[in-house]
Each structure stands twice: as structure tokens, then as C-alpha cells.
């Protein structure tokens, strides 16, 4: 007597809804960095620190918009607020960035992730969009903030306003080159490791690190290693392209002439580190 096979019906139907593509899937991760990075969904302990960053930022503006409306004294202007959320903004992509790849190498879901029509270039893409996005909101809301202020309590009407909006819109764009810098070093450094403590620490040890070595450049006898000590860190090399940009050698850092080496170096760095980050991921989708 043979045994006889049984067929069981469980009511598996073939997906025929719509196909949305490459698009979809960059939004789908878009969205899900941008929950990722201030804890949305996530347990409350992955919300404290993006919203006491974000929470000392916006209590820095209102603090600022509040001494402007009542003694007409600006304490921070637009491009000092991002210079003073700096130490913060590099423990916030710290933490966040390796939360953002970091997580995904551990566990192991990148094949996965690569098996279906997403590519490595919209993997690297959301995610750096999504970071950049998450840092620059944590500097233009507050900005955005001070300019309310600003514009409300201004005693020269609609030309008041409208200067205060020319002050803001630079700001803004200031902000965004924080946001890439900072962003693009943070995921490049994360993609490294699937251990989000030693990414964190390898972040939070590169800026560290370069730091203390502009302040020993900077006071070398040479002019020009004085003019070119800001290349060497992150942070001041974001502060020497405004210095050039906006033309005025009283704010910023002393670069001297060489303001176009400064917009040059940024160019080249966040490039290098975008294509590395891509060949990083490309190596992973082949695997």
C-alpha cells in the first residue's frame, strides 16, 4: 500500500496589486531613517537623546528670539547657532548613523535588501538623504524659530522682515553643508563595522582627533599654515568655506586668500566619501 501525499490549501494568493518600483522603495527607506533617527517606533529609551538635542537647540532659540524681542540684543546670529551645536550635532550622527547601517550589517538583512530591485546606490542614497535631512532639521527648525521672533517683534515693518529673511536663507544653506559634511563622515565610518559601539567611537575619535591638530597648526610662525590649519578638521573647514563665501575675514576663521582651497577640499571630501560609501555597498550587493 503506497502513502499518499496531502495538499493542503492554506489560501496563498499572488500579490496583484500595483508594482511601485525603485521610487517607493528610496521613499520606504527615506522615511524609515528619518523614524530611525529621532525614535519613532522605537522603544523610549532610542528617543531620548535625538530629542534632548533637538529640545536644547529649539530652548536655544527661544531663548535667543525671547532677549531679541525685549533688548533688540542678538545673542546667536544664524551661521553662530550651527558653530554652537557642533560638539552636539557630532554625537548626534554618531549615534545615529551607526543606528542607521550599522544595524542592518549586524543582523544580516542587506542581502535581502539587495535580493529585490532596490540598488546599493538607493540604499547609500536614502540613507544619506535621510541623516542629512534629520541634522539639517535639528539646525533650521530653531533657526526658523529665531527668524519668527525676529520678524514678529522687528520696529521697521515688511523691511525688517525681509532683512531678517536675507539673513536666514544663508543660514539655512549653512546649515546644509553641516549637515553633509557631518552626515557623509558619519555613514562612511558606521558602514564599516556592524558594531554601533565602534562605529560611534570611530566617529566620535575622528573629530576628536582633528580637532587639537588645527589648533597646533594654527599656531605654527608661517602665515600660510596659520591661513590652511582649518583643513585639517571637519568642523573648521565647513567654517572657512563660510568665511570665504560670505567675504567677511571678521567672521569665521583666518583663512586669508585661500577661501577657494577651502570650497574645494569640501567638494572633494564629500565626494570621496559618498563614491567610498557606494563602492563600500556595491562590495556587500555582490556578495
Known amino acids: 500500500m503506497s502513502e499518499a501525499g496531502v495538499i ?6 499572488r500579490y496583484e496589486g500595483p508594482k511601485l518600483g525603485r521610487g517607493a522603495l528610496f521613499g520606504a527607506l527615506y522615511v524609515h531613517g528619518i523614524r530611525a533617527a529621532f525614535g519613532l517606533g522605537r522603544p523610549a529609551k532610542s528617543k531620548i537623546f535625538p530629542w534632548l538635542v533637538a529640545g536644547i537647540g529649539l530652548l536655544i532659540a527661544v531663548i535667543n528670539a525671547g532677549v531679541k ?15 554652537t551645536m557642533a560638539v ?27 535580493s529585490r530591485p532596490v540598488r546599493a546606490f538607493d540604499y547609500v542614497a536614502a540613507k544619506v538623504v535621510a541623516l542629512v535631512s534629520a541634522v539639517w532639521l535639528l539646525l533650521g527648525v530653531p533657526q526658523l524659530i529665531m527668524f519668527l521672533g525676529a520678524a514678529f517683534t522687528t520696529k521697521t515693518g515688511m523691511k525688517g522682515v525681509w532683512h531678517e529673511a536675507g539673513s536666514l536663507l544663508p543660514g539655512w544653506g549653512y546649515s546644509v553643508l553641516w549637515a553633509v559634511v557631518f552626515s557623509s563622515i558619519a555613514l562612511l565610518i558606521a558602514s564599516a563595522t556592524g558594531k554601533r559601539a565602534f562605529a560611534a567611537g570611530g566617529i566620535v575619535a575622528l573629530f576628536v582627533v582633528t580637532t587639537p591638530l588645527v ?25 572657512g568655506v563660510s568665511t570665504w563665501l560670505r567675504k567677511n575675514p571678521r567672521q569665521g576663521i583666518d583663512i586669508g586668500s585661500f577661501g577657494p ?8 571630501l564629500v565626494a570621496a566619501l559618498l563614491l567610498l560609501l557606494l563602492a563600500r555597498y556595491r562590495k556587500v550587493a555582490s556578495l
Not at 69 to 83: H, P
Not at 94 to 99: D, F, G, H, K, R
Not at 261 to 268: A, R, S, T
Open 215 to 239: 589648533g597646533v597648526l594654527s599656531i605654527l610662525p608661517s602665515d600660510k599654515a596659520r591661513n590652511l590649519a582649518g583643513l585639517a578638521s571637519p568642523e573648521t573647514l565647513v567654517t
Open 88 to 114: 552636539l550635532i557630532v554625537f548626534f550622527v554618531a549615534i545615529i548613523a551607526p543606528e542607521l547601517v550599522s544595524r542592518d550589517l549586524r543582523a544580516g538583512v542587506l542581502p535581502l535588501y539587495f
Open 69 to 83: 524681542a525685549k533688548a533688540n540684543i542678538t545673542l546667536f546670529t544664524y551661521y553662530q547657532f550651527d558653530e
Open 261 to 268: 582651497i577651502y570650497g574645494i577640499e569640501l567638494v572633494c
Open 8 to 13: 493542503h490549501d492554506i489560501g496563498y494568493q
